[in-house]
């Protein structure tokens, strides 16, 4: 088995969310990969595996500390970018086709980014009073702080608080625990005329319970951007930041075209093809 090393969304070079990439890992049992996941300590780890639908490029499997997920976004990214590394050439020129647990997903190649359709929402809709103030209680928000308190679900099950404004994303104080699973974002307009027009962050809960933010967030920033359209804010497409508070420089650039939404950024290889051994 060989693994590669992906930064993605970062600004610039190492400034993102890392991934592992396993290749060569068909063998392995989920509780196998599960426990490589959780050795490697990253927030996910992919496995590049043979598609079985004949419309895919390729087929992941994404895991976190807790489990599988059917759907990620930084994983998306950063698989395809070593996949392409490796030597895959998607059947569509400048289109790669993803299979993964949430069905088929489109990555295209963008200059230096790549960019992923962004799914469904598979809930949405206001989060109930109970939801709503455990989501603003685990997140360190006010409710004063809150503009809406919304379900934006596309694997991950996300809880969305749209907030003020960035200050009010950066000032939040979550909570040390929370209970498996309990995946919270934040998000908050910028000033006018900066680079991003977006302040975003993301919590999950570790199996430990540890309740921990996640440097730059596809799933969560596709959430949002369908979220924002839905609301009538957004425009036709934007830059989100996210990672400043864990010491991280991401960007997502986010656009609305008549074929879908698309969640774009930088996937850069940091190492590729280490050998991996597992007794």
């Known amino acids: 088995m060989l693994i590669d090393l992906v ?15 396993v290749r060569g890992g068909e063998a392995l049992s989920s509780d196998q990969m599960l ?10 780890t992919t496995f590049l595996l043979p598609p079985t639908d004949p419309g895919a490029d390729y087929r992941v499997r994404i895991f976190y500390p807790a489990g599988e997920l059917p759907f990620a976004g930084h994983p998306t990214l950063g698989t395809a970018r070593a996949w392409r590394a490796a030597g895959g050439v998607p059947r569509q020129d400048g289109v790669i086709v993803q299979q993964c647990g949430i069905g088929l997903v489109e990555v295209r190649e963008e200059g230096e980014e790549l960019a992923f359709r962004a799914p469904p929402l598979l809930r949405a809709g206001p989060l109930d009073e109970e939801d709503a103030r455990e989501a603003m209680r685990v997140a360190g928000v006010t409710r004063e702080q809150v503009v809406a308190a919304v379900h934006a679900d596309n694997g991950p099950g ?24 309990t995946d919270v974002g934040l998000v908050g307009p910028l000033a006018p005329g900066g680079e991003a027009t ?16 996640d440097p730059v967030t596809g799933s969560l920033n596709a959430a949002i951007a369908l979220t924002l359209f839905e609301r009538g804010e957004g425009g036709e497409g934007y830059v989100a930041a996210q990672g400043r508070k864990v010491g991280a420089d991401g960007r997502v650039s986010v656009r ?24």
């Open 256 to 279: 609305r075209t008549a074929d879908g939404v698309w969640i774009g950024g930088r996937a850069d290889m940091v190492s590729q093809g280490g050998t991996l051994t597992m007794g």
């Open 158 to 181: 996300w809880r969305l608080l749209v907030l003020r404004s960035a200050e009010d994303v950066l000032a939040a104080q979550p909570v040390a625990r929370a209970t498996v699973p």
């Open 7 to 21: 930064d993605v969304f970062g600004r610039q070079a190492m400034t993102g969310n890392p991934l592992a990439v």
């Open 35 to 44: 426990a490589l996941t959780r050795w490697l300590g990253f927030s996910e």
């Open 198 to 213: 977006w302040e975003v962050r993301a919590f999950f809960t570790k199996p430990d319970g540890t309740f921990t933010e």
